[in-house]
């Protein structure tokens, strides 16, 4: 049961890092595109020494994500990501697609780490890692937005027609579960990163549902160790002693 950081953001990186709980940092090129422009070498480099000055290792994985839908440029993207960032830690985040499985393929066999990413159902999860990806990245919340989104109702009508998905297919507590089982039966060495988290009850489930690892945005950090009980006891303790030693 790991915790990695969603994010892009130096501070929020920083912070993390410092409370030791962190295994592991994921971005995507959306994330990435939040932050104060200042070139992809440039920010990642700036992540690389936050990283070296909190862990020992040196070694925290660390997901950059190609930025093409062309498989020569993503091998070539990938493989320059790799020699210019010089950071053993690095995976190449890939995009689950047929003609992304030949990329993840490639890649895995040049030794270099694929955290496939946008994967929605156990299938895709599987060829995945069938294919050589170290993580799949399920997306929690929108595979459940996938059973609801209007704008895709003809796609869903004509996956469900051709038996490609059912409706537990939009259940992402299912899709973890059977994920892992699936890759715990064929002694798959491939992990399961969740993203796409949007409240702490989801994160709790996705640990609950067989998730290896949780990638979690900064901003669920705080509540997720906050608790109006912990506060009125931890008072409760302070004032108990304070009037004691009065
Ligand atoms: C994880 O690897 C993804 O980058 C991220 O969690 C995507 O989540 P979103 O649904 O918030 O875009």
Known sequence: MKIFVDTANLADIEEALKRGFVSGITTNPSILAK??????????????????????????????????????????????????????????????????????????????????????????????????????????GRIGDAGKDEKFASDREKMFADKTIDDSDFNPAIAVRRTRDLLDKSNLTTEIIVGSIRNVVSIRDAYLSGAHIVTIPPKFFSPMVSHYKTNEVVEMFLNDFKNWLA
Request: aromatic share 8%; net charge neutral; with cysteine.
């Open 35 to 140: 932050e104060p422009k200042s070139g992809l070498e440039n920010h990642v480099g700036k992540i690389v020494d936050l990283i070296k000055k909190y862990d020992p290792s040196g070694n925290l994985p660390l997901s950059i994500e190609v930025f093409s839908r062309n498989q020569e440029e993503m091998i070539a993207q990938a493989v320059k990501f790799k020699e210019s960032f010089g950071y053993p830690g690095l995976c190449v985040k890939v995009h689950v697609g047929w003609d992304e499985l030949a990329v993840i393929n490639d890649l895995s066999r040049q030794g270099i780490d694929v955290n496939c990413t946008a994967v929605m159902t156990v299938t895709q999860a599987i060829m995945a890692a069938r294919a050589g990806a170290r993580y799949v990245s399920l997306f929690w």
